[in-house]
């Protein structure tokens, strides 16, 4: 039976179904700060090392009063109830906003002002949890106007004068004696972290984080009066960033709580981020300029990197480092941007393709604004194409002599042209001679449903039958099946799948039917993220009541779940890999296990589908060869070490506040690092050679080439925060050592393949 009549109808509800996730890892929320390379020697440590520094340092110690925020309450009640339907009606568990819906409302909104509950008293907390505890449905679907979103403004209010207060705080701190020989410690924050009992408990907690801080400073070599001012600047940073914040963000906050409350991937997006999640997660496109901002310790808008081919780019005046100090449209007088919120910056930059933007720019280095360029720009449609996939061909040394060459695909997320993508790259590495392809899926977050399905059916035969690739259930318990529509098997040699615990969604939903139907070997970390649910957007414009005015936004709700075609599910338990290499994430708590209020594990009946049996009777074989060469390996030996690190650091989340311990400590790193960087380049001539391949190297017809490696991070692009975040403390210098097993892996695959008489490997070794 043909599967186009009977998938076609809930392929169109799900075209625009989302199924990415973001990762929110907690430490010291918003006030992690670049390190400073080190150039000088340490400064001479004495008890007083730190204290009474430059008093105009943090120019003045009296901060200027919050300014309240404007409120349209007619407006923000119609949103809310908005909102509010959409999510009881079309959300997977079908219920109301009941008293425990309210509490978990509640609490997500408190944790999304606090994450690290560094501000709120504990005080606080009962006093809104009486209050508004239970009461928060009763206030959206009531007929006060003024009541129906006041919570998310009287709470906001508090958090402004705890933040306003503790900001103060830190500010007079920083101009206080330390003595960095005592052997005092610090406790990072985190979400675990219990609420701030009372004032008493806040100074204490604040003294330590300033402390840490000026401790970093001179960690880093630097002045103690620059550290002063630095750490000021960044402190009233974070203020002004929440001064910033205009009605609809508080709105927005709120309701995006309220959302979450059904589940950790429910959303509300006021129209501007509705358009930046489109942007990186689906479209991976933006009308501008072509540039990545980041915000810099002095307030400016500056330019992290520019985006090959856009007209940044292309018109080479601006430049990585340069700052923006203010934007204009057309020939209207530029608007001043300096202190100015970043997302309100990138908003004036972006605009429809073909107008005219005007820059006024600070160049890299210079501190005199007398110098500044004025950068008129045509803005265009700006492909992100370190988003895109794109492949590498691996050559790889065999044993014996000779080698072999791999294809491995990348592919960050599920966007658009996914299929069409792959498939490009597919019939590239066939045409380079690949012996197979590893499709690699680690870090992939999901995104759109069908983009998912079709790509798997590059890889499974489906000319007579269209074979299943997921399963779906509503919330009134029908299930129907997804096949692939429009793509047709182009590929049927050897292939491996590569996962780990970041791989989520529609990660799960390809690697999952390859494994049920024997069809690739899943290699990576103990098992996938785990989300089987179903996102779609909501557009409440086409819903809002008559006379509303202006846009109201969307909401991504979780509407369905899917499953294998085997009948498990995904939710929870994820993909276990057919082998499990050790990974640094095996340190960090990740999966949907770790987010509040996921949705249960369950079954379904098994879809009829063909098992192709490719790979069952070569897995313990595999398995064998793959955990000698794990166990022997350098390269895993390293990762095992980090993992034992990393443990310790999440599990005890305190450090030491004198200087001389953080010193050695510091030393001790080096050390480690210092001797992995020696063997591995008393190894790298025994390194596979990679070549990588673009799309547009595919399109153009060019020649597999070199990649060009990235300019290595420096101590000014690096965080120095205390949190056991991955990339803190130790980087691991090996190339890629799961990627490298990977290959391995392959390598004993094709061999087994070819001695078992296959058909599948089309290529045979070359000779050296």
Known sequence: MSSRSKYTPLRQALLLAVLCFTFTFTGQADTAEPSVAASAPAPAV?????KSGDQSASDDLTLPPVQPITVHADRDY???????RDIEEGHYLQTQITPEMSQRWLKNYLKTLDPTHLFFLQSDIDEFTAKYGNTLGDLVHGDNTDAAVSPAFDIFNRYMERLYDNISLAEKLLHQNFDFTKDETFTIRTDKSSWITDEAAAQAIWRGQVKSDLLNGLLDKQAPEKTIKRLAKRYRALLRDREEKEEMDIVEYYLDSLARAYDPHSDYFQPD???????????????????VLRTDDDGYAAIEQVIPGGPADLDKRLQPGDRIIAVGQGNAEPVDTVDLELNKVVDMIRGQKGTMVHLVVLPAGSADS??????????DVVSIKESHAKADIIEHKLPGGGIEKVGVITLPGFYKETTTDIAKLIQRLTQEGVVGIILDLRNNGGGLLDQAVDLTGLFIKHDVKNEPVVQIRRSDNYIDQLGPEDTAQIYNGPLL?????????????VAGALQDYGRAVIVGDQSTHGKGTVQTIVQLKDSAPLGFEGDPG??????????????????????VPDIILPSEFDALELGETTLPY????DTVPPASFDYLN???GDLPTLRANSAARVSASPDFTYVRQDISYYKKKINDPTVSLNLAVRQKEQEDIKARLAERKKDLAARASTRDKVLEITLDMVDQNLPAAPPVVKKPKTADDDDSDDGPDIDDAIDNPTDDPQLDEAVNVMTDYTDLLRNAGSKIVQAAPAKN
């Not at 119609?78 to 509010?84: C, G, L, N, T």
């Open 46 to 50: 004495t008890p007083d090392a730190v």
């Open 78 to 84: 119609e949103i809310s109830r908005m909102v509010a």
């Open 273 to 291: 981020e509705a358009e930046n999640f489109a942007i990186q997660s689906i479209d991976l496109a933006v009308k501008g300029i072509g540039a």
């Open 370 to 379: 007398s110098v500044h360029k004025d950068i008129f720009l045509k803005r």
């Open 497 to 509: 799948v590569m996962v780990n615990k970041a791989s989520a969604s529609a990660t799960e939903i």
């Open 554 to 575: 969307s909401v991504k709700i979780t509407f369905q779940k899917f499953y294998r075609v085997a009948g498990g599910s995904t939710q929870q338990k994820g993909v």
């Open 598 to 601: 996921y949705l249960p594990y």
């Open 614 to 616: 490719l790979t069952s």
